[in-house]
């Protein structure tokens, strides 16, 4: 055929244009893996929350709230969070190093600060080239330095991987580690549900291990050498044990003799242990100890060798902590235990990606090697840093006090992480209400509360959680403490309805 | 157990020490698909590059060059390419809003630039904030404005995605239409490896089109309908083309006329077109046109609506054109003619990464538009990026001419991207020798190379190519010419040792 537009030829094809098209791709055309994943932060709570914003910018009057509060993710930024100046100062210079030429900026930066832009840049050449896949050599050795410090024990630049955030950590290991529906992944419950939607991509298997909610979410190491015995009679296999810790959704941390207990069942039973630390800043009540640590105190004492061969991965983020540094997706991976081959392997998976972004490599190092006393740039740093602490700190606690007034709703005290994860005890008509709407009960109590409120969470069912319980996760870093008011008068109306 | 050490107790422990630890996880225990997966860009040769990058840092004299030249991988900004000052400019006020009070930066920067970094950041908030998993609404309509301007037909905000440059569309996509061996992709041959990486990740089969070297690596429409109904006959159902344009390796550029008769063949037989254009702004003889505007044609011109079911996916970045931001990881997909079930699924698989990098996204925005004639920031851009195109155009000129006066090379004039892709007759003592070391032909000419200059490229077989035909692809980014004079240096020896 020859094609004109508006009357001038376009271009001749060589081929007959008498075909049938085809029809186009529906769901059930689609891979079955991806259609199983779901990853609730982001799922129909949220999606409605959007709605609602777009009809409250057009019509104020169509809503009962002035606006929409993002609880369901943990993305201080979004709400009043100022990102660090000490960040934020070092990547303007990185993303535009002749700053550093003018003498108005510099004289305005402190200096350590600037030689310390300089530094990282003779090492990393360009923010905008293309790193080492598993990051920047220098920036990795100043990982490394930093677990060695914080342990106590060796961590070296070999076993670091920057990233992209911790999910594209999860995302290698994860694909690595599946060989389908006989491979299996012990998960706590309730659960991020990074690791359920990335496990249905990858079509293996859950394995859930249930934290007990009245002993602040602990973990009995012993249900979990139970689990691989039943998964084995099953035919499935456990390869590996993902620990969350300080705990998301549930906010606990673990003790360290919880950790060495589950590490004993990991090095008998050869699963691999990822330690989703992320939350490793984020501590209000008792002490955060990393799986490395411990892996390295374990192996210290036992001179048999008994946990030589534990695998684990750590994955750190400065999405979380004081950072909040969420859209610039920085992370790290630390492996220890694992062959050269499939280090290998990891790396070739990164590879395809080529590298994580390379600003957001720089502000890991940023994060875990922040400025010391004696620095020009360590008084304001300290400063803003303390008042992102505190202000965390005592709005987990209002909002846990809040709960804890409300009637039907219990909550542990945080200990950590960015997160409060509430029981909720629902009613018949609660039950009822819902099933008509196709919802299970702490959806419909999510959805309410957002028509009615504004304020958007996550219900319970998108962690899983012991069944016939029912949960909401929340952030608690919205400011202000209007809204946790609002919440308590929703809640008291909510309650009266459903009687 | 009680874990004791240097003398004070550490942690008591519930569980009896007395098992037998597993072994570690060995190659036969990962992922098959994830083992079979290969990336050249990053394979053999570059790795053995960067133990020579570091063997030279230690002892210079032990071989025979002064620096390692990585012409394997198009990262621009790695070798001498300076980042645009505009992009730079505002990226530091986005990081680092502060920058904007200060008298002496905002005079020094042009007036439209920090109006249009201030602009972005109402819309943004922060770049640390998470973002929409498909992009800030803001920058995805201006990314669509661009395309209905580019191409004279309507795009929608609600069609992009911005991404971690392309590679995470060509992620998503692949891992969403694959299910399993039965689902054929058609592939360019030679193709970028980032293709069949992926494809073996997600166990689909590679159905390879050969692109026609001796026609300047075009395609015949024909053979790929021939394709699609010898892999139906064998069991494997076609459901998606990739076409690479501006071509990789090849660095040939589709005529609007082929474009249209692979739409044909995709319309009859329901092929997604993956159209990777993310050397679109890489041109130096002839015209890029989009596959979008292409199919628009075919779509105004065609009322049977014929061209109404295709689905096309169109990839940018801002790791090439003049760009060269590969570190930044910014990108966008633009979707047409899926279902909006699709796209929900696509927006899920999105959302499970979070967002792309935040910084990245507003890079998009400022490559696709860029200051215009009369705004303070145009000179400069124009200067700089003018220069950049001259340079990049007079290197190809001069790397390509210099292969055909190398003995037993030939190779196809340069119209785009940042590649060449030159064949290589060799000897059977090349044949000979490379069989020895277990390495293909052309693998064994990227060694030598390296080994004697330093020069580091992939070979052709990493691209795949008809067989018993061999190619090495090669950047032209690299400055100067000395590299070219030595490159024909070793060559001239390489064939007369090879005789």
Chains 1, 2 share one sequence.
């Not at 992209?164 to 491979?183: E, K």
Request: net charge negative; with cysteine; glycine share 6%.
């Amino acid at each position: 055929m020859t094609c004109v537009l508006s009357g001038k030829p376009v271009f001749k094809t060589q081929i007959q244009n008498s075909f049938v098209p085809a029809s186009r791709l529906v769901d059930s055309d689609l891979n079955p893996n991806a259609l199983n994943a779901k990853y609730a932060v982001r799922g129909r709570i949220p999606i409605r929350a959007e709605e609602l914003r777009a009809q409250l910018a057009q019509d104020p009057s169509s809503v009962p709230f002035d606006k929409i509060i993002n609880a369901n993710i943990g993305n201080p930024q979004q709400l009043d969070q100022k990102p660090l100046t000490f960040y934020r100062q070092v990547l303007s210079l990185l993303e535009y190093p002749e700053l550093m030429d003018n003498k108005a900026v510099v004289d305005t930066f402190p200096k350590d600060l600037v030689e310390r832009a300089k530094k990282m840049l003779e090492s990393i050449g360009s923010v905008g080239a293309y790193s080492h896949s598993q990051g920047v050599p220098y920036l990795r050795e100043s990982v490394a330095n930093f677990i060695s410090k914080r342990d106590g024990y060796k961590s070296s630049p070999d076993d670091i991987f920057l990233t992209a955030g911790a999910s594209s950590a999860v995302s290698y290991l994860l694909n690595l580690l599946s060989l389908g529906p006989q491979t299996g992944f012990l998960i706590p419950i309730p659960q991020y549900p990074l690791y359920t939607a990335s496990l249905a991509l990858n079509n293996s298997t859950a394995l859930p291990y249930f934290l007990n909610e009245s002993d602040d979410w602990s973990i009995d190491a012993s249900s979990i050498a139970k689990i691989v015995q039943d998964a084995k009679a099953q035919g499935v296999e456990a390869r590996c044990l993902v620990l969350i810790n300080p705990g998301n959704p549930t906010g606990a941390i673990l003790k360290p003799e919880t950790i060495a207990d589950l590490l004993a069942v990991a090095a008998e039973h050869g699963l691999v242990v990822i330690a989703d630390e992320v939350y490793q800043e984020n501590v209000f009540k008792g002490e955060f100890v990393s799986v490395k640590k411990v892996l390295s105190q374990l192996k210290e004492l036992d001179r048999s060798g008994k946990f030589d061969k534990v695998q684990l991965a750590s994955l750190h983020s400065t999405s979380k902590g004081v950072s909040g540094e969420c859209g610039q997706r920085g992370g790290y991976m630390e492996l220890v235990g694992f062959e050269e081959s499939v280090r290998a392997q990891l790396l070739k998976l990164a590879s395809i990606s080529l590298c994580p972004p390379v600003a957001g490599q720089a502000l890991v190092e940023l994060m875990i090697n922040p400025p010391t006393e004696g620095q020009e740039s360590y008084e304001l740093y300290k400063k803003e840093t303390q008042a992102i602490s505190d202000a965390l700190r005592e709005r987990s606690s209002k909002l846990y006090e809040a709960f804890n007034t409300m009637e039907g709703v219990s909550c542990q005290q945080p200990e950590g992480a960015m997160y409060l994860f509430p029981s909720l005890t629902l009613s018949e008509k609660v039950y009822a209400e819902a099933a008509k709407l196709g919802m299970e009960p702490d959806e419909y109590y999510c959805a309410q509360l957002l028509e009615n409120t504004g304020i958007c969470t996550v219900p319970g069912s998108g962690f899983g959680q012991v069944e016939g319980t029912w949960h909401i996760r929340t952030t608690f870093l919205a400011p202000g403490t209007a809204w946790i008011e609002d919440w308590k008068t929703f809640h008291e109306k909510f309650v009266k309805q459903h009687k």
